[in-house]
């Protein structure tokens, strides 16, 4: 009598321990699989940063992206079921930090009514923030177009001068890409928050958006999003000051 209740306790304990087990698998299957849908996220962002900013004489002014005060990539833009309805699309966001580096790079979901003369076709969409006034309320978890921010469709030229060929007016410039071309889009009416279920996933908190502009990127997470990173790092690097040599001997 007494070894069958200890072969049944046995043979509870072990049914437990293989549940468990088996939860946590699921578990940590799901963390991959959803890291692994931020990587592709990031990779795609920084595929279309390149591809804008290598297309002949239609790319972002580099001289913008140097002084820009935080980058927004939002690829395959779509409208909702049978090409009606709002567009909507994920991406990633970042902000430049004091030391003209980047900061903490934060997944981001744009919504709404904009664009409408491009049709039904997917769309890159990039924006470029000037100054803190547009991206703040962005880092705060939403941003509405029109609203907390005005944005302008941008100037295409890579080689165009901000502040003489590309005046600096506007808290964010708007760019889009369909099909290998690339120009200006108006995003009145759109909005961008921050998409807090990827965050928790790369991050492990939904709260990393406070630390932006001061926390550099790192654990696991850096092998998520390293690819948007370099992107950044290539085409929109620090400027570096010049030295003043006036009154060198």
């Known amino acids: 009598m007494g070894s069958k209740r200890v072969l049944t306790i046995t043979a509870v304990v072990v049914l437990a ?3 468990y087990a088996a939860v946590s698998l699921s578990q940590a299957h799901t963390i991959t699989t959803k890291q692994s849908d931020e990587a592709a996220r990031a990779e795609n962002a920084a595929t279309v940063l390149s591809e804008i900013m290598e297309a002949p004489d239609q790319g972002i002014p580099e ?3 140097k002084k820009a005060y935080g980058i927004a990539v939002i690829p395959h833009v779509v409208k909702g079921a049978f090409g009606i309805g709002d567009r909507y699309g994920k991406g990633l966001a970042a902000q430049r930090s004091a030391d003209g580096g980047w900061g903490t790079l934060l997944f981001i ?7 409408l003369q491009l049709g039904v076709e997917p769309t890159d969409v990039v924006m470029v923030f000037t100054n803190s006034d547009g991206i703040k309320p962005l880092l705060k978890g939403k941003l509405k177009i029109g609203a907390d921010a005005s944005a302008t469709a941008g100037h295409v030229g890579r080689k165009a001068e901000a502040g003489t060929d590309v005046p600096l007016k506007s808290a964010i410039y708007s760019y889009s890409g369909s099909k290998g071309l690339f120009g200006r889009i108006a995003l009145e009416g759109a909005v961008v928050q921050l998409d807090d279920d990827a965050n928790m996933h790369v991050y492990g908190k939904k709260t990393v958006a406070a630390h932006t502009s001061k926390a550099r990127v790192g654990g696991t997470a850096i092998g998520v999003v390293q690819p948007f990173l370099r992107a950044l790092q290539k085409y929109a690097p620090a400027e570096v000051p010049k030295l003043n040599t006036t009154n060198r001997r």
């Open 63 to 65: 001289a913008l992206l």
């Open 109 to 115: 979901e744009i919504g709404g009514s904009f664009g």
């Open 17 to 19: 321990l293989s549940s």
